[in-house]
């Protein structure tokens, strides 16, 4: 790897997020935009998988992330124009009656660290929003989220309003403090992750 790809991986790993800026806007006159994105993919994952193995903790992830995220806003363009935009959409969204969203925005960048296109619903979504969410995006995963033990029904409701219409098909990922694999299996889920570095393995899974 080019020594300023390596570079502006480690700055990735570390939230150096003014380095990792500098280097992304030298990089993006003279290097292939996919390598750019290689790049920073890699030193996502390497955040994610350390996440997971608790050997970095919430603040080190959200440092990496927002580094990361400013390095995309300046490579999409040349993205763009190369054709390479994301090539899975995932729709993700707190249920109906749950206002909590630290996890959430956490799996949310995440995601886009892997290259997902992620659509954030936000908080509080009823099943039909998520379903025409779906449907515009022509997203290929639904990742339902609840913090509290009282609107974990709401999953069951979007999943069945998913199951009973013309998005039948597509793969519904849970998760949440409260949410269990047995919780998932019950409501019929396609997959359920305990943690935001399982969710991105997950995810993976589903569009695999």
Known sequence: MDEKLTALETAIKAGKRKD?????????????????????????????KRFKANEIFVPEVLV???????????????????????????????VEGDLHDIGKNLVV??????????IDLGVNVPPEKFYEAVKEHHANVL????????????????????????LKDIKVMVGGAPVTQAYADEIGADGYSMDAASAVELAKELVG
């Open 64 to 94: 990496a992330a927002r580094a990361m995220k400013g390095c995309l806003e300046v490579l999409e363009p040349k993205l763009a124009a190369a054709g390479l935009s994301p090539e899975h959409t995932i729709v993700m969204g707190t």
């Open 109 to 118: 960048m995440l995601l886009k660290g892997a290259n997902f296109n992620v």
């Open 20 to 48: 990792a800026l500098a280097l992304t806007q030298e990089l993006v006159q003279s290097s292939p935009p996919g390598g750019i994105l290689n790049a920073l993919i890699s030193g996502m994952n390497d955040v994610g």
């Open 143 to 166: 990742a339902l989220s609840a913090l509290l033990t009282t609107t974990m029904p709401a999953m069951k409701s979007t999943i069945e309003k998913m199951r009973g219409s013309d």
